[in-house]
């Protein structure tokens, strides 16, 4: 296969995923390798008045999880926090306070770090029981807090920490107050001065807290839910907080991974740590501190196709494969491909891309 041949193969298959759904009117993909130089940018734009360029920022949804998770391991290999800390160390007691009750018994004051990073923490989620209402316009100011005090309220915690697998914003919404009391700091500065700055990421920003580096041309890709724009919806972008909220481009998130890659921003010991200390999301896939691990699965998966990074509820995805040393990123922007964005990855561009360089 020529590379011409794989750009084309992978332009047909990008295409025919858009004309499944008529949800879908923004959608990019990039596939990137430096060394067999592939570089691979395709675009759909659907929206009046809104030009269809790879240099679009778009909106990630919880592929900002692991902006999330990098800040606190960097602030690990500052000695400013251990992953084994009890959380209660750095967030208030009337916020702790019942957090986690499971069958009539409270565990608050047992919840660590790590456990909120890869989901072990046992919390219930409130996003998508939230997410109704925030789409819905109203005269009420949300604020992250009231998604926490809606766990509290709403939902008793799915087991003891440390007990099992469970996905929730609520664990990164933690996480992202346990960063703004460590650094005295609001969470979108933060990831300003400890990663776009310093990775030279200038369109890079999170929805509605602040402004990128340097202002891009183009808007930013409309997402939706069910139909309704997010784009301006203050109150989902609160509900969102330190759970995603990051908008990037394609060129920025590439420097991100490359970084992460070439350990520029932690060392090899923490990007091993975040990759290890893993639960079991689901099959085929292993769940670290903010990273998603694409693991073999007999049949179903095969080992060159193991790939790590993370996916968003908007069938946004940023991986990186070792065995071709090829990056991977895109989004549909649209929740209803919530699970297809990484399926369309991996079955229809890590494979295609792989065997055009065996």
Same mark, same amino acid.
């Given at each position: =296969?020529?590379?011409?041949?794989?750009?084309?193969?992978?332009?047909?298959?990008?295409?025919?995923?858009?004309?499944? %759904? #008529? #949800?879908?009117?923004?959608?990019?993909?990039?596939?990137?390798?430096? /060394?067999?130089?592939?570089? +691979?940018?395709?675009?759909?734009?659907? &929206?009046?008045?809104?030009?269809?360029?790879?240099?679009?920022?778009?909106? =990630?949804?919880?592929?900002?999880?692991?902006?999330?998770?990098?800040?606190?391991? +960097?602030? *690990?290999?500052?000695?400013?926090?251990?992953?084994?800390?009890?959380?209660?160390? *750095? +967030?208030?007691?009337?916020? =702790?306070?019942? +957090?986690?009750?499971?069958?009539?018994?409270?565990?608050?004051?047992?919840?660590?770090?790590?456990?909120?990073?890869?989901?072990? %923490?046992?919390?219930?989620?409130?996003?998508?029981?939230?997410?109704?209402?925030?789409?819905?316009?109203?005269?009420?100011? @949300?604020?992250?807090?009231?998604?926490?005090?809606?766990?509290?309220?709403?939902?008793?915690?799915?087991?003891?920490?440390?007990?099992? @697998?469970?996905?929730?914003?609520?664990?990164?919404?933690?996480?992202?107050?346990?960063?703004? %009391?460590?650094?005295?700091?609001?969470?979108?500065?933060?990831?300003?001065? #400890?990663?776009?700055?310093?990775?030279?990421?200038?369109?890079?920003?999170?929805?509605?807290?602040?402004? !990128?580096?340097?202002?891009?041309?183009?808007?930013?890709?409309?997402?939706?839910?069910?139909?309704?724009?997010?784009?301006?919806?203050?109150?989902?972008?609160?509900?969102?907080?330190?759970?995603?909220?990051?908008?990037? &481009?394609?060129?920025?998130?590439?420097?991100?991974?490359?970084?992460?890659?070439?350990?520029?921003?932690?060392?090899?010991?923490?990007?091993?740590?975040?990759?290890?200390?893993?639960?079991?999301?689901?099959?085929?896939?292993?769940?670290?501190?903010?990273?998603?691990?694409?693991?073999?699965?007999?049949?179903?998966?095969?080992?060159? *196709?193991? %790939?790590?990074?993370?996916?968003?509820?908007?069938?946004? *995805?940023?991986?990186?494969? !070792?065995?071709?040393?090829?990056?991977?990123?895109?989004?549909?922007?649209?929740?209803?491909?919530?699970?297809?964005?990484?399926?369309?990855?991996?079955?229809?561009?890590?494979?295609?891309?792989? /065997?055009?360089?065996?």
């Amino acid at each position: =296969m020529s590379y011409k041949a794989l750009e084309a193969d992978l332009r047909k298959a990008f295409n025919n995923e858009i004309t499944k %759904s #008529k #949800k879908i009117k923004n959608a990019f993909l990039y596939v990137h390798n430096e /060394k067999d130089k592939i570089d +691979i940018a395709l675009t759909h734009n659907s &929206t009046e008045n809104q030009k269809s360029s790879i240099s679009q920022p778009n909106y =990630m949804a919880s592929v900002g999880k692991i902006f999330t998770s990098t800040i606190i391991s +960097i602030l *690990y290999e500052e000695e400013k926090l251990k992953f084994d800390d009890k959380i209660t160390k *750095y +967030i208030d007691n009337e916020i =702790m306070e019942r +957090i986690h009750v499971y069958k009539d018994k409270e565990y608050s004051q047992t919840i660590e770090i790590g456990h909120l990073l890869n989901h072990t %923490s046992g919390l219930a989620d409130s996003f998508w029981d939230c997410l109704e209402d925030v789409c819905n316009p109203n005269d009420k100011k @949300f604020e992250v807090i009231d998604a926490i005090n809606w766990i509290k309220n709403n939902k008793e915690a799915e087991f003891k920490p440390g007990e099992g @697998f469970h996905y929730t914003d609520t664990n990164y919404h933690l996480l992202g107050l346990i960063i703004e %009391s460590i650094t005295k700091i609001p969470f979108h500065e933060v990831l300003k001065e #400890k990663i776009f700055i310093p990775l030279n990421m200038k369109n890079s920003y999170m929805n509605q807290y602040s402004s !990128p580096i340097e202002e891009s041309e183009l808007s930013e890709a409309d997402f939706f839910y069910n139909g309704t724009r997010l784009n301006k919806n203050q109150n989902y972008s609160r509900l969102d907080f330190s759970g995603g909220g990051i908008i990037s &481009t394609a060129s920025d998130l590439l420097i991100f991974m490359k970084a992460l890659v070439s350990n520029k921003l932690i060392s090899e010991a923490t990007i091993k740590k975040m990759k290890e200390n893993t639960a079991r999301f689901r099959l085929g896939i292993e769940y670290g501190y903010g990273i998603w691990n694409i693991i073999k699965v007999p049949v179903l998966m095969p080992e060159k *196709y193991s %790939s790590w990074g993370v996916a968003g509820a908007t069938g946004a *995805y940023m991986f990186y494969n !070792p065995f071709s040393n090829t990056y991977f990123i895109g989004n549909f922007n649209d929740f209803s491909y919530r699970q297809k964005g990484l399926q369309f990855m991996l079955s229809k561009v890590v494979k295609r891309t792989i /065997k055009y360089l065996e």
